[in-house]
C-alpha cells in the first residue's frame, strides 16, 4: 500500500514541480511560491510517513545487491529536502541583516535550479523503485 501511494505522491508532486518551475521561469511568483512551499511540506510529510512505515516494518528490506542504488537516492534526496526548507527561508528573511541568508537568498535562481533538477532525479528514482519493490 505504502509503495502504491509512494507512487500517485511521486507522479503528483513531479508534475506540480515543473508547472512550480515553469511558473517561477515565467514569472509568475505567487504560483511559484505556493507550489514550493507546498512541495516542500509535502516531502517532509512523506519522509515522516516513511520513517513511521519502516519503524513498524511495512516496508520491504533492502537486498543488499541494491543497497548502493538505494544509499545514492536516500543522500541525494537529503538536498532538496533541506535546500527547499534553505531557499524558503532565505527568501522569507532576506531583509534581515544576516550574510547567510543573504547569499542563499541572491544566489535564489542557480540554487534552485541545481535543487529542482536533484528533485526531478530524487522523483525519477522513486519510480524505479516502485518497479525494483513491487
Ligand atoms: C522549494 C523552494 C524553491 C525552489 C527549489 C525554487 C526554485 C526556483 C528556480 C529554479 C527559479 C528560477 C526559474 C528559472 O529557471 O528561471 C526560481 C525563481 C524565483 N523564485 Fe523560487 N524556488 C523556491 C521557493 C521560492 C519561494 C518560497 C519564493 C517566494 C516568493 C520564490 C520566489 C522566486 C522568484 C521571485 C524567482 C525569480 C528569480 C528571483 O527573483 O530570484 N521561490 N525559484
Known amino acids: 500500500m505504502f509503495l502504491h501511494l509512494s507512487m500517485a505522491w511521486g507522479v503528483f508532486a513531479l508534475t506540480l514541480l515543473l508547472i ?4 517561477a521561469h515565467k514569472g509568475n511568483t505567487r504560483l511559484h511560491k505556493n507550489i514550493m512551499i507546498f512541495l516542500t511540506l509535502g516531502a517532509w510529510v512523506f519522509v515522516g510517513n516513511y520513517l513511521l512505515q519502516y519503524q513498524s516494518g511495512h516496508i520491504p528490506d533492502v537486498p543488499p545487491e541494491l543497497m548502493i542504488w538505494m544509499s545514492i537516492h536516500g543522500t541525494v534526496a537529503m538536498a532538496p529536502l533541506l535546500g527547499s526548507v534553505a531557499l524558503i527561508f532565505a527568501r522569507f528573511r532576506s531583509c534581515q541583516e544576516s550574510p ?4 542563499i537568498n541572491h544566489y ?25 519493490f513491487t
Open 20 to 23: 512550480g518551475w515553469f511558473a
Open 100 to 103: 547567510g541568508i543573504n547569499h
Open 108 to 132: 535564489h535562481r542557480l540554487y534552485g535550479r541545481v535543487l529542482i533538477v536533484l528533485w526531478v532525479f530524487t522523483h525519477l528514482g522513486g519510480f524505479v523503485n516502485y518497479y525494483l
